[in-house]
């Protein structure tokens, strides 16, 4: 079953930064004609709203992938086919969350 064509939005980083380094903010001129993608993409995030959008990462999901990858050694999925790898991930999550609720009822 096809799913039906979504719009988003997407914030993806352009380069690595520091905790609580200062960007300058935004300029006020249009991006010049022969801007790339990630010089758009650079312009986004320098904005209010792109600050704020890319900081609520932090809050959300961008830490449970961090813990997923580093404690549990998650670094690539070891079947082929969509069907096989949402299940694989479906395993994943959820031994990472019942070892979460392990060690807050009993350690």
Known sequence: M????????????TERQKHGEYKEPCPRRPLP???TRVDRMRRKLKTKVGKAVYAARKAIVEPVFGQIK?????????LRGIGKV??????????????????LCYE
């Open 86 to 103: 949402r299940g694989e991930w479906s395993l994943v999550c959820l031994t990472h969350n019942i070892l979460k609720l392990y060690r």
């Open 2 to 13: 096809d799913q039906p064509e979504q719009k988003i939005d997407g914030y993806v980083a």
């Open 33 to 35: 004609k022969g801007a």
């Open 70 to 78: 580093h404690a549990r050694g998650f670094r690539q999925f070891l």
